[in-house]
C-alpha cells in the first residue's frame, strides 16, 4: 500500500482565495483525521471521521472551514476564504481501529500571502 | 475530555548518553498511549505504542517507554543516544470509547555528538 496520501504537497495562495486539500486513507482504514500543524500550537486535531460520518468537527476553527469525506478513499479539507493566518502544515492521518495507531500523511504546507 | 502534556520544548543530549523525553496524560477512561518522530519536512512516524498488558513498551529504532498508571506517564526513553535520533517527538493519547487521538506540542530532541 502507498500509505495515506495528501495532495498537494505544497500550496501558496492569496488571501480570500478558496483553498482545497486532498487525502486519500490506506484502503481498509475506517477513520480518518485532519490536523493542523504550527509552532504556536503544535499538532492540533480539527475534525475526524468514522466510516465516511464526521463525528466530532470542534476543533475546526471557523466556519471558513469544512471537511468532506464523499466515500471511503477520499477527503477533502477547504478553506473559503483562506487566511494568512490559515498558513500552516496540514495532516491527513487514518486508522484501522482503536487499537492501532494512525498512519500520516506527509502533509500539505499551505501559505496563504 | 482526554489531554497530553510534554512539558519540555527541547531537549538536549550527547550522543552516547541515555535519553528521556517526558509524556503525561489525562484520560476518563483507559488510556491507549502513542510515540510517534517527525524528522524535517515530513509526516509523522510511528514509534510505538501501549495498549495493555506489560509496562514497559519497546519499539523502533531502540525506544522504549514505560507506562506509569498512578502518574500518569508515558515517558520515551532509549539507553544510547545517536546523533540520528535528533528530531521532533510527539506523545498521543486516545481514550477507550473514544475515537479521538490527541497530541502533545512536541519535543524537540537534540543529540550533540
Known amino acids: 500500500d502507498a500509505g495515506v496520501i495528501q495532495s498537494p504537497r505544497h500550496e501558496v495562495t492569496e488571501m480570500g482565495q478558496e483553498v482545497t486539500l486532498r487525502c486519500k486513507p490506506i484502503?481498509?482504514?475506517?477513520?480518518l483525521f485532519w490536523y493542523r500543524q504550527t509552532m504556536m500550537r503544535g499538532l492540533e486535531l480539527l475534525i475526524y471521521?468514522?466510516?465516511?460520518?464526521?463525528?466530532?468537527d470542534s476543533g475546526m476553527p471557523e466556519d471558513r472551514f469544512s471537511a468532506k469525506m464523499p466515500n471511503a478513499s477520499f477527503s477533502t479539507l477547504k478553506i473559503q476564504p483562506s487566511e494568512p493566518r490559515d498558513s500552516a502544515v496540514y495532516f491527513c492521518?487514518?486508522?484501522?481501529?482503536?487499537?492501532?495507531?494512525?498512519?500520516f500523511g506527509q502533509g500539505t504546507r499551505l501559505t496563504v500571502v | 475530555a482526554q489531554s497530553v502534556a510534554q512539558p519540555e520544548d527541547q531537549v538536549n543530549v550527547a550522543e552516547g548518553n541515555p535519553l528521556t523525553v517526558k509524556c503525561t496524560y489525562s484520560?476518563?477512561?483507559?488510556?491507549?498511549l502513542f510515540w510517534y518522530v517527525q524528522y524535517p519536512n515530513r509526516g509523522l512516524q510511528f514509534l510505538l505504542k501501549?495498549?495493555?498488558?506489560?509496562?514497559l513498551v519497546k519499539g523502533s529504532y531502540g525506544f522504549e517507554a514505560e507506562f506509569n498508571k498512578s502518574q500518569t506517564s508515558f515517558h520515551l526513553k532509549k539507553p544510547s543516544a545517536l546523533v540520528s535520533d535528533s528530531a521532533l517527538y510527539f506523545c498521543a493519547v486516545r481514550d477507550t470509547g473514544d475515537d479521538k487521538i490527541i497530541f502533545g506540542k512536541g519535543t524537540r530532541l537534540h543529540i550533540l555528538p
Open positions: 484520560v476518563s477512561g483507559n488510556p491507549y
Open positions: 492521518a487514518s486508522i484501522t481501529g482503536l487499537n492501532t495507531e494512525a498512519f
Open positions: 501501549y495498549i495493555t498488558g506489560d509496562n
Open positions: 471521521f468514522n466510516n465516511n460520518v464526521p463525528i466530532d
Open positions: 484502503s481498509g482504514h475506517n477513520s
